[in-house]
């Protein structure tokens, strides 16, 4: 089975938006980006809104692709697209995650991540590495 699953690159400044997975669900207590499956009927852009709506309480518009990848776990394999996106509406708060924090490119080694993440993070510190040349 693959879920088409989107996710929101939430960006403020040099910072971006990471949260970390309820210990009781699937890949507990690691970290990812906001998002979730695509159900049947939505576009992608609907329902990265909808699941900011239910995990951060917030609303945003969905901008650009920054970069998709397939991944497969022993449950699962995903279809993942991580999309640039801006909050519009709301200050973020956990609702469904155990934590929100902010990090910069630098960080990112200090969380541990799903594995479905790690070549958005990689091609985040690429870009970032390339704005400090």
């Given at each position: 089975m693959t879920a088409e699953v989107v996710a929101a690159l939430i960006r403020?400044?040099?910072r971006f938006m990471i949260c970390r997975r309820p210990a009781h669900k699937a890949r507990g207590t690691l970290w990812e980006f906001?998002?979730?499956?695509?159900?049947?009927g939505e576009t992608k852009e609907q329902a990265l809104a909808r699941e900011c709506r239910e995990e951060l309480g917030?609303?945003?518009t969905v901008?650009?692709?920054f970069?998709?990848?397939?991944h497969s776990y022993t449950d699962l394999t995903v279809?993942?697209?991580?999309?640039n996106a801006e909050i519009i509406k709301g200050e973020p708060r956990a609702l469904e995650h155990s934590d929100i924090k902010w990090i910069t490119a630098k960080e990112i080694s200090q969380y541990d991540f799903c594995?479905?993440?790690v070549s958005f993070l990689e091609k985040?510190?690429?870009e970032d590495a390339s704005r400090e040349e």
């Amino acid at each position: 089975m693959t879920a088409e699953v989107v996710a929101a690159l939430i960006r403020d400044g040099g910072r971006f938006m990471i949260c970390r997975r309820p210990a009781h669900k699937a890949r507990g207590t690691l970290w990812e980006f906001p998002g979730g499956k695509v159900e049947p009927g939505e576009t992608k852009e609907q329902a990265l809104a909808r699941e900011c709506r239910e995990e951060l309480g917030v609303g945003l518009t969905v901008g650009t692709l920054f970069a998709e990848t397939s991944h497969s776990y022993t449950d699962l394999t995903v279809h993942l697209m991580l999309f640039n996106a801006e909050i519009i509406k709301g200050e973020p708060r956990a609702l469904e995650h155990s934590d929100i924090k902010w990090i910069t490119a630098k960080e990112i080694s200090q969380y541990d991540f799903c594995p479905a993440d790690v070549s958005f993070l990689e091609k985040l510190r690429d870009e970032d590495a390339s704005r400090e040349e």
